[in-house]
Antibody
Framework: QVRLHESGPGLVKPSQNLSLSCSVSGASVNNSGFFWGWMRHFPGKGLECLGYVYHSGVTSYNPALKSRLNMSLDTSRDHFSLKLTSVSAADTAIYFC????????????????WGPGVHVTVSS | EIVMTQSPATLSVSPGERATLSCRASQSVSSNLAWYQQKPGQAPRLLMYGASTRATGIPARFSGSGSGTEFTLTISSLQSEDFAVYYCHQYNNWPPLTFGGGTKVEVK
């Protein structure tokens, strides 16, 4: 059974950087059939896809956040990471990592499974 | 960016009744649409992909239809465990992959 689990600080000060890690068990992040994504959920609102990373290390970011995002993959440890720079209160959310299934020429697809999520609060 | 609009925002349904949820895309996403169920304090769970294919382990009372810009998720006979928030998600166009705002299915 494939499981993902996020880890990272629950509280970050404004203007600092947020670093999260997602550990994967039951699957290899080096599998070319999948990509590895980060989403966030603002309670009472919808979900936002921040971006994703392929097994090759190639990344793709949400244009709205591109200048502040960095994602990477560690195939030796089967985990992947997110770094969001210069955070503000607007970045307070529940952050999820998930495995994406590649479909078709665009190599995009649905997300399953997801990690349980980590609540991140940005506050001084 | 493709905007996904879900309606209604809240759906009040009695157990055993049928629930019909709608999702509209601002431009065609072909059949590249997924549905997720999320319960409080839990991660989203994949229900449907390819607009109409049930994910592994999803009961047959869940069905999906549509293509292009109009999609529907139907729960034929609501069970107690089905009361949750449901999101649609298009994976036809990037950047970015986008989700709808959600439909909360609550007990009437």
């Amino acid at each position: 059974q494939v499981r993902l689990h996020e880890s990272g600080p629950g509280l970050v000060k404004p203007s600092q950087n947020l670093s999260l890690s997602c550990s994967v068990s039951g699957a290899s992040v080096n599998n070319s059939g999948f990509f590895w994504g980060w989403m966030r959920h603002f309670p009472g609102k919808g979900l936002e896809c921040l971006g994703y990373v392929y097994h090759s290390g190639v990344t793709s970011y949400n244009p709205a956040l591109k200048s502040r995002l960095n994602m990477s993959l560690d195939t030796s440890r089967d985990h992947f990471s997110l770094k969001l720079t210069s955070v503000s209160a607007a970045d307070t959310a529940i952050y999820f990592c998930a495995r994406g299934s590649k479909v078709g020429a665009a190599e995009l697809g649905w997300f399953a499974p997801w990690g349980p999520g980590v609540h991140v609060t940005v506050s001084s | 960016e493709i905007v996904m609009t879900q309606s209604p925002a809240t759906l009040s349904v009695s157990p055993g009744e049928r629930a019909t949820l709608s999702c509209r895309a601002s431009q065609s996403v072909s059949s590249n649409l997924a549905w997720y169920q999320q319960k409080p304090g839990q991660a989203p769970r994949l229900l449907m992909y390819g607009a109409s294919t049930r994910a592994t382990g999803i009961p047959a009372r869940f069905s999906g239809s549509g293509s292009g810009t109009e999609f529907t998720l139907t729960i034929s006979s609501l069970q107690s465990e089905d009361f949750a928030v449901y999101y649609c998600h298009q994976y036809n166009n990037w950047p970015p992959l986008t989700f709808g705002g959600g439909t909360k299915v609550e007990v009437k």
